[in-house]
């Protein structure tokens, strides 16, 4: 069974930085797409950034460029987010999700993803 828990959210100040993880376990995803989405109360869920699964392509919303770094450790079979500067309009549920082996599409889009985790809450205060 497939299973993505993420951790390390929080209450941080703006201008702070936090760092998710997120533990994928059922099988291997080196071969998959992995991403952040995050949801704010009221709002549609939303791309945040997203790590293609050959070579080291890497994609990022417009609103996080520059400030938030994913990353994955293939070995751990985890997908990191470090978010720096953090603004009061990051607050979000932050989710990671991860697309079959081999998929191909648009690394923005929900579609591209299969599994997805619980979610974190990311509280950003002014």
């Known amino acids: 069974q497939v299973q993505l828990v993420e951790s390390g959210g929080g209450l941080v100040q703006a201008g702070g930085s936090l760092r998710l993880s997120c533990v994928a376990s059922?099988?291997?995803?080196?071969?998959?797409?992995m991403g952040w989405f995050r949801q704010a109360p009221g709002k549609e869920r939303e791309f945040v950034a997203a790590?293609?699964?050959?070579?080291?392509?890497?994609y990022y919303a417009g609103s996080v460029k520059g400030r938030f770094t994913i990353s994955r450790d293939h070995a751990k079979n985890t997908l990191y987010l470090q978010m720096n500067s953090l603004k009061p309009e990051d607050t979000a549920v932050y989710s990671c999700?991860?697309?079959?082996?081999?998929?191909?599409?648009?690394?923005?889009?929900?579609?591209?993803?299969?599994?997805w985790g619980q979610g974190t809450q990311v509280t950003v205060s002014s």
């Open positions: 999700a991860a697309g079959r082996p081999y998929s191909t599409g648009s690394y923005y889009s929900l579609g591209l993803y299969d599994y």
């Open positions: 059922g099988r291997t995803f080196s071969s998959s797409p």
């Open positions: 790590s293609r699964w050959v070579g080291d392509s890497t």
